[in-house]
């Protein structure tokens, strides 16, 4: 919910100072158009320049502050962000090393198991280990027994409800 509120003030800010600098960019503009034309039935007085001038800058100088901290926090939630992917890689790393080690895989089975994880076809992990599709495939047969699953994406499940299984359910999203 924080993040929620948080991604929420980010965005009205970015939309606040968009609309600032472009009401203020209209502005501008249309008094220059007006000064260029001369449309104005009354030339407009030096100080409307000055009020003008002073907004414009005034909106360009928010624009850059909050730009600048809209920024920093992005660069922020990115390495944030970042952290909390490698730390999962690592997570998931150890979990299946660990099943591995659990299962009494061996290390040649290990190496079949961890391609099949990854999406890689039984002739890929073959050509990758320099095996037969054969000797692949008999592995695999046995990875599964050992794992007492049926095949690759019950394989992969049990790493996935491993992974998940102290989030729990998602919260309502009215909440």
Known sequence: ????????????MLIGVVLVQAVLSILYIGLFIIDLTGLAATPLSWQ?????????????LLGTFLGGVLLKNFVKQRRESEARLHTASGEFNTLMWD??????LTPSESDVAMFAIK???????????????????AQSNSVFR????????QLVSLFIEDLTAEIGEMPDAAE
């Not at 099943?99 to 009494?104: D, H, N, P, Q, V």
């Not at 076809?121 to 599709?133: D, H, L, T, V, Y």
Request: glycine letters at 14%.
């Open 1 to 12: 919910m924080k993040k929620d509120a948080g991604y929420r003030n980010y965005r009205l």
């Open 99 to 104: 099943r591995f080690a659990e299962w009494g």
């Open 48 to 60: 409307i320049h000055e009020i003008m001038q002073m907004m414009t800058i005034a909106g360009l």
């Open 119 to 137: 999406g890689f076809s039984n002739a890929e992990i073959a050509e990758m280990r320099g095996k037969s599709i054969g000797t692949i495939k």
């Open 146 to 153: 050992k794992a007492g699953v049926s095949g690759r994406a």
